[in-house]
Structures are given as C-alpha cells and as structure tokens.
C-alpha cells in the first residue's frame, strides 16, 4: 500500500527556516517522480519543486529558487524540502507526492499524495 507522510511544519517568523520531511512506504523513492506542492488558502494547489525518476532534475517554481532545497535520502525512503529566508507569501499547507509519470510537474499528473503539513510564516 502506497503511503506518503509529511512532517516539519510550523510557524516561524519572516526569515526563518523549517525541514519537512516526506517518508514513504510501498514504492522506491527512486522508481517514482516526487514533488512537493502547497496551497494556500483560496488558491489552487501549486508545485513548489520537484524531481524526476530518470536523471533526477531538480526543478523549483521561481518564487522559491536559491531559497528552498529538494532532496532525497532513499535508505530512509524520506524527501526532503529544506526550506529557508521563509517570507509570508510561503503560508499554505505543503504536500508531497508521488508520480508515475517520470518527469510530472502538474498536480493532476501525481498519482498518490500525503495528507499536508501546515507552513504558516509571520511577518
């Protein structure tokens, strides 16, 4: 059974930092694209970064590049979102996903998702 767990979220302030961590069980880390999404309240759910499952891209939406980090630990079957210089507009529920599609980007192109882990950044 495919599962996928986030945790590491919380509230900080306006340049802070804060790890989440995506564990999952029923698949390989590697076999599968992995992404991180968020949504924010009233807006739709949009990619934050993602990797692919052939020559592992890393790609990150504008907004969080030079900020946010992706990676992967597959011993411990986790992912990773090292996320820093946190600003408010970062507040959303943060997601992470799996994908068949070996270089998905689009929410609807992930097949399993976790339950979410709540950022919110005060100013």
């Known amino acids: 059974q495919v599962q996928l767990v986030e945790s590491g979220g919380g509230s900080v302030q306006s340049g802070g930092s804060l790890r989440l961590s995506c564990v999952v069980s029923?698949?390989?880390?590697?076999?599968?694209?992995m992404g991180w999404f968020r949504q924010a309240p009233g807006k739709e759910r949009e990619v934050v970064s993602c990797?692919?499952?052939?020559?592992?891209?890393?790609y990150y939406t504008d907004s969080v590049k030079g900020r946010f980090t992706l990676s992967k630990d597959s011993t411990r079957n986790t992912m990773y979102l090292e996320m820093n210089r946190l600003k408010p507009e970062d507040t959303a529920v943060y997601y992470c996903?799996?994908?068949?599609?070996?270089?998905?980007?689009?929410?609807?192109?992930?097949?399993?998702w976790g339950r979410g882990t709540q950022v919110t950044v005060s100013s």
């Open positions: 996903a799996a994908s068949q599609t070996w270089d998905a980007r689009w929410p609807y192109e992930y097949n399993y």
């Open positions: 990797i692919d499952s052939a020559d592992y891209t890393t």
């Open positions: 029923g698949f390989g880390l590697n076999d599968y694209a």
